[in-house]
């Protein structure tokens, strides 16, 4: 319940539930700056339905970068070994394995140190509780893009791109290809397909960079505050 006090971040008294990544982060900025200032915003301010929006937001936000990640790394790990072309040649210097690296995990370190700013804003407990939800919801959605990209990577390697199943599709389409592009399709496959495997391990890395690099500096971030504020409470 509101004190006499106590400081509403909206005019209409209830809190705005965000719609995606920006206005979450927006929220979070507006909640923090007011806890740091010394003002309080009521304990109940942030409602069942506003911290599962918070909760929402980092779940499609994860779900949708793992939908990313599975269509990026089998190609950027593809070109690193060879298999796929880069710049019309599959010759690459290390400058193009970096670059094939970086489309890969460009994305997820990227999406990651953008949400490392929290840091700045982990300070009273509405800010904390909307920041908590927000990573809980980044978390979940994180697992469910791991669990899916491993049974998806495996299913590709041992059934779909697997010698037996090849043959036999090869040979469904026969009247419609030629028997050299058949052969060339099938070397090509078999051996693209440890691809798979190495992306599936690949997007549990960048998904644990994802989670950890902002998580890290949150913590950092809220445990400074709490230095800072105490010592001016003191200084009071």
Avoid: C
């Avoid at 070994?81 to 994305?107: E, H, L, Q």
């Amino acid at each position: 319940m509101a004190k006499k006090n106590d400081v509403l971040p909206t005019s209409q008294g209830a809190p705005h539930k965000p719609k995606g990544m920006i206005d979450a982060l927006s929220e979070i900025q507006q909640y923090g700056s007011i806890e740091k200032r010394g003002s309080n915003i009521p304990d109940d301010f942030l409602t069942i339905g506003g911290k599962f929006s918070f909760f929402g937001v980092g779940f499609h936000s994860a779900v949708m970068s793992g939908v990313i990640s599975i269509f990026l790394t089998p190609l950027s790990i593809g070109v690193f070994d060879r298999y796929i072309p880069i710049f019309g040649s599959y010759d690459i210097n290390i400058i193009d394995k970096i670059f094939s690296m970086f489309i890969a995990v460009g994305f997820t370190l990227g999406y990651g140190i953008f949400l490392a700013q929290l840091r700045k804003h982990n300070t009273g407990s509405i800010t904390k509780s909307a920041i908590n939800n927000l990573m809980g919801g980044i978390v979940a959605g994180s697992v469910v893009k791991i669990v899916f990209s491993f049974l998806l990577f495996h299913i590709l390697y041992f059934i779909v791109f697997a010698p037996p199943f090849l043959v036999k599709m090869l040979l469904k389409i026969g009247p419609f290809m030629k028997k050299d592009t058949k052969l060339m399709l099938f070397d090509f496959f078999v051996d693209f397909r440890a691809v798979f495997l190495t992306s599936a391990y690949f997007i549990l890395f960048t998904t644990l960079l994802l989670i950890g690099i902002p998580s890290f500096y949150i913590w950092r971030g809220g445990k400074k505050s709490k230095e800072i504020m105490d010592n001016e409470a003191r200084w009071k």
